[in-house]
């Protein structure tokens, strides 16, 4: 699996949108960037995946790099309710496995 | 999306006795299930793979013998602690995917387990 490097917090001003970045030099062909968060003491929810291209669903928007090597999740107008941890997964099949992931708290 | 049920959702315990977790998905057939275990401000750690009508495979460092796994039909799951002991006191999720390959893998809302 790929190594995934991400920030381990960020804060966001609510209304804004937020960028989380995620490095993923070494991906290989066959694998996916997956992105879920993690509310405080629940189940992770997904979010958004892709290969090669841009993604957009109606919770956010999955920009990678035309060399694959980094990419970003946008959450375009974020919400208290998106304040949870965000983990960004290379891998080419399940089972996921997590890093640490990105502490984003969104600030009143 | 797809839903995956988990029950209970929260259960304590007494040192030395076996507690039995349920992971269900609710509208669509699972032949595969997972495992994971969360640490208190740890991230998710893989324990097993539950396979219908097979045996169960554990990751590297988990006890077979402790943690008893049985996929009995294509929507349940079982997780049973067996002897717990304090330590083993964690958030348990359980996930799923919907289909195969490249698909996500859909949560269930976790069971915290304390041992006491």
């Known amino acids: 699996d790929a190594k995934t490097t991400q920030p381990p917090s960020m804060d966001c001003a609510e209304g804004r949108a937020a960028n989380l970045p995620c490095n993923h030099s070494t991906i290989s062909g066959n694998e996916y960037v997956y992105w879920y968060r993690q509310i405080h003491s629940q189940g992770p929810q997904y979010i958004i995946h892709?290969?090669?291209n841009n993604e957009t669903n109606e919770m956010a928007s999955l920009i990678i790099t035309e060399d694959r090597k980094s990419s970003t999740l946008i959450l375009p107008h974020a919400t208290l309710r998106d304040t949870a941890v965000y983990y960004c997964i290379a891998r080419p099949d399940t089972p996921l496995v997590f890093g640490k992931g990105t502490r984003l708290s969104v600030i009143a | 999306g797809a839903v995956v049920s988990q029950h209970p959702s929260r259960v304590i315990c007494k040192s030395g006795t076996s507690v039995k977790i349920e992971c269900r998905s609710l509208?669509?057939?699972?032949?595969?299930m997972f495992w994971y275990r969360q640490f208190p401000k740890q991230s998710l750690m893989l324990m097993a793979t539950?396979?219908?009508?097979?045996?169960?495979?554990?990751e590297q460092g988990v006890e077979k013998d402790k943690f008893l796994i049985n996929h009995a039909s294509l929507t349940l799951s079982t997780l049973t602690v067996t002897s717990a002991h304090p330590e083993d006191s964690s958030f348990y999720i359980c996930?799923?995917?919907?289909?195969?390959?490249?698909?996500?893998?859909?949560f269930g809302p976790g069971t915290r387990l304390l041992v006491l």
């Open positions: 539950s396979n219908e009508g097979s045996k169960a495979t554990y």
């Open positions: 892709g290969l090669k």
């Open positions: 996930s799923a995917p919907p289909g195969s390959g490249t698909e996500t893998q859909y």
């Open positions: 509208d669509f057939q699972a032949t595969t």
